[in-house]
């Protein structure tokens, strides 16, 4: 199983959240050529900084891509001084994906998070 990771800011509206989310998700599947329908991906978990509470980034996840039967979590993003605001997390477990293959998506604000993966 690979498990790949990525990150994005959005603003603490709930649109800003679902739309950036979407975005996060959709390009982690492009860069890893991860079709959402194949039954792959076994679970999508979430973090967010304690600043973005507007709205869940798996509810509009899983309707953007019909995900049905993937587990997701939700977690809060641990506070730590001087950290990015404003940030979502992702992390994908995907069955049958090379660890070493994957190609994990920092996106925006986000790319300071990991610049050698960016």
Known sequence: MGVVRGAVCAE??????????????????????IDPRSGRIEAILFTATEDLTAAYPATAVRKAYGLSDVAFVCAREMSVEHSLEHCLRAAVFVRDLDQRMCKHCYIGKAAVLRPDLS
């Open 12 to 33: 603490n509206t709930a649109e800003s959240i679902k739309k950036n989310a979407t975005e996060l998700i959709g390009e982690i599947f492009t860069r890893n050529n």
